[in-house]
Structures are given as structure tokens and as C-alpha cells.
């Protein structure tokens, strides 16, 4: 799945600097997200370097440290635009 055909999709914008993130070894809150979605990812067609390890507890970690109490709700807002793109993504590809 190519830049131009997720482009437009909700949460490309976090899937694509995650992306990035992840080539670069940065970790980072997209990087992170990335990598918990990675699986599905893959099977879209999304090339993805290796996920960060254990990317659950360290996300949270980090919107705790940067939000506070508002890291949970944070969180679940951030996984709710990766599973959007994941289907959305999954409804654009052509039918075999």
C-alpha cells in the first residue's frame, strides 16, 4: 500500500510519521502506535521496520509522563484513529 493510497485515509497522518519513526529507531508516540498495530499493518501493506517492543505499556508511559491523569483517555483516542485506519485502509484495497 503505496503513500498516495493511505494518504487521505483517517490516521494517516500519525501511521505515516510512526512509520518514519520506527525506520529511524525513534521512539515516539506514533512510532509506538505503529508498532501495536503492526500486525495488521502488515497485512494491509504497510512496510513497517521492526515494532518496538512491549509498545502498550511503553505508550502509556509516555502520555502519562507528558498528560497526567489524561493519559488513559489520550490513549484510547490515539488506538481509536489507528483501528479507523486500519479499516479504512482495508475497505480501499482492491477486491481479489
Known sequence: MDE???GLLPGADLVA???????RGV???ESLLVSIGAPRLRRLGVE???PLPSPEHR???LLRNEHGDAAHSRYN???RRLVSFERAARG???RA
Open 4 to 6: 498516495e493510497q493511505t
Open 17 to 23: 510519521r510512526g512509520t518514519a519513526d520506527l525506520a
Open 27 to 29: 521512539e515516539s508516540v
Open 48 to 50: 513497517l521496520s521492526e
Open 59 to 61: 505508550l502509556y508511559e
Open 77 to 79: 483516542a490515539l488506538v
Open 92 to 94: 480501499s484495497r482492491p
